[in-house]
C-alpha cells in the first residue's frame, strides 16, 4: 500500500549542486504535484501536471524544474541550489479534475549550504 | 490572490478538552475547502467540503463550511494525544486543480 513515494528522504548540497527529487504514484492518478513547506509560510505549490506530457507553474516556480516522466512519475530538479531553497518537499497525486483530494508523500528534507 | 487564514496558530490543551479550529479564506470561484491532519511527514486527507451547512464526521472528528461567511471550522471532541499535529486548510477553486493552503494550527494535546 505505497501510495505516494518520494526519494530521498534527505539530502544536504551545496550552494550551485544540482539535484533531482524523484516521486512515484501507484494509484494510477492524473494529476501530481510538488510543494515546499517552509516554517510560518505553509505549503506552496511549484509545479503541478494534469496528466501525462503537461506540466504547469504553481505560485514558486523560481529555480525549479520539472519532469513528467510517465504517469507514474513526476520528477523535481534544482539545476543551481540556493540556501533559500532550503525546505521540506512534498509531492502529491490526485486522480485529477475538480472536488479530487490530494494524497501526499512523505517528504523530503533538503538542506542547502 | 487566494487566502486562506488558519487561528489560532497552535493551541495546547489537555487529554479529553474539545477543541475547534478555524479556517477563513478569500478565493475566487469557490469550489471546494479541505482540511488535512500533518503528523511527522505526509499531509492527510481529512475531509472536503463542498456546499454550506453540512456537516461532515468521521468519528471524533467534524467539520463544518460556511460560505456565505467564507469560513470553516473543525472540531475535534474527546482529544487524544494522537490528535496531536499540524491541522491544515486548504481551498479549490473552480476551473483549477491547485489548492491554497493556509499556514495551518499546531495542536498539542498534554496528557
Known amino acids: 500500500n505505497a501510495g505516494v513515494t518520494q526519494t530521498p528522504k534527505f539530502q544536504v548540497l551545496k550552494t550551485g549542486q544540482s539535484m533531482t527529487l524523484q516521486c512515484a504514484q501507484d494509484?494510477?492518478?492524473?494529476?501530481m504535484y510538488w510543494y515546499r513547506q517552509d516554517p510560518g509560510m505553509g505549503l506552496r505549490l511549484i509545479y503541478y501536471?494534469?496528466?501525462?506530457?503537461?506540466?504547469d507553474k504553481g505560485e514558486v516556480p523560481n529555480g525549479y524544474n520539472v519532469s513528467r516522466l510517465n504517469k507514474r512519475e513526476f520528477s523535481l530538479r534544482l539545476e543551481s541550489a540556493a540556501p533559500s531553497q532550503t525546505s521540506v518537499y512534498f509531492c502529491?497525486?490526485?486522480?485529477?479534475?475538480?472536488?479530487?483530494?490530494?494524497?501526499f508523500g512523505d517528504g523530503t528534507r533538503l538542506s542547502i549550504l | 490572490e487566494d487566502k486562506v487564514v488558519q487561528s489560532p496558530l497552535s493551541l495546547v490543551v489537555h487529554e479529553g478538552d474539545t477543541v475547534t479550529l478555524n479556517c477563513s479564506y478569500e478565493?475566487?470561484?469557490?469550489?471546494?475547502l479541505l482540511w488535512y491532519k500533518q503528523e511527522k511527514k505526509a499531509p492527510t486527507f481529512l475531509f472536503m467540503l463542498?456546499?454550506?451547512?453540512i456537516e461532515k464526521k468521521s468519528g471524533r472528528l467534524s467539520s463544518i463550511l460556511d460560505k456565505k461567511e467564507l469560513f470553516s471550522i473543525l472540531n475535534i471532541t474527546a482529544t487524544q494525544t494522537g490528535d496531536s499535529a499540524i491541522y491544515l486548510c486548504?481551498?479549490?477553486?473552480?476551473?483549477?486543480?491547485?489548492?491554497?493552503f493556509g499556514t495551518g494550527t499546531r495542536l498539542t494535546i498534554i496528557p
Open positions: 494509484m494510477n492518478h492524473n494529476s
Open positions: 486548504a481551498v479549490e477553486a473552480r476551473g483549477n486543480e491547485k489548492l491554497t
Open positions: 501536471s494534469a496528466s501525462e506530457g503537461t506540466t
Open positions: 463542498t456546499s454550506s451547512g
Open positions: 478565493v475566487t470561484n469557490f469550489r471546494s
Open positions: 502529491a497525486s490526485s486522480e485529477g479534475g475538480e472536488g479530487q483530494p490530494q494524497h
